[in-house]
């Protein structure tokens, strides 16, 4: 009898097996990892979610209020969320502001790991000798460790970084202020790798990960530029700590120093990452620090790319999570380099959504 039950069982189990020909589908808690040469890309239903539904167009209305560019949520890598307003599309590019020092941060490392340099070997080794006005024996205190952690010691209300406009305030590793002499990281890899710089990230970081976009080298700032889906999979790589589908395009253990508190000056700030979940912080163009996490209605664990105007990359491990936010500032009258009170509201109405 055993014998005669268990005949069926197997029939049903081989007709069951996939053939040469059937692609298994993947369940939707594995990640995922949009093709590098096809703009297809799996979305996944807030409903399969179990999110609010009812929740979804008050978010929609108040991006829109903000003047919100483009919206997107990532579970899992799935395209959750897309949304664009005010005449910008998927393949319109934006400006990433301050939140492009990410990408700047993961090429110093990768340029790290392939030999080319040391973070905390002096910048003087790189860019040679008086790159600034500081006094040589304070010169020669900048690490490349000090430029990913805002910690140089420069005047940071100069805004150029032409060599007059970099003078002494502090001592490096003394003094957390947020300036735009990071951009001398940029100068500091295209001298490591004998190459400029845009051309080894383009070959090194933005190629491997199927990211489109362009550097635009301004005056004062150097800003990346791009669609929303490429700041998307940027994200994607930095919620999988640097591995795009089975490569590992910058080492974990660099990435996660990056995502670490760098310095005991400021806790929320890593490798030109901002950190939640710290028990203080401190904000562009003040010295003051304040007490209790960055973004206190926002998950812990999250790390972000901010840049002015409210440029996002918000990523969250803990829900597999990736939130993309781009447009023009949400207070015109009071834009902000980085954290605003747009990231406390904005996380109000996601809240309501997947909670």
Known sequence: MKSILFLPLVILLASCSSTDDEIPIAPSDSMYFPSNTSSTWETQSIASLGWNQNAVQPLKDYLNEKHTKSFMI???GRIVMEEYFNGHNASAEWEWNSAGKTLVATTTGIAQQEGLLNINSKASDYLGTEWTSMPLEKENLITVRHLLTMTSGNDDTKEYIIRPNITYVADAGTRWAYSNIFQ??????DHASNKPFETYFNDKLKNKIGMEGFWNYGTIYTIYHSTTRSM????LLALNKG?????QIINQSFFDESIATSQNLNPSY???WWLNGKPSYMVPGEQTVFQGNLVPNAPADMYSAMGASDQ??????SKKMVVIRMGDASDPANPQFALSGFDSALWDKINAVIN
């Open 184 to 189: 001398k990281l940029m100068d500091v890899v």
């Open 270 to 272: 890593g490798y030109l």
């Open 232 to 235: 998307a999979r940027f994200g």
């Open 74 to 76: 990532l579970v899992n």
């Open 243 to 247: 591995k795009w589908n089975n490569e």
């Open 312 to 317: 996002r990359i918000y990523v969250i491990p």
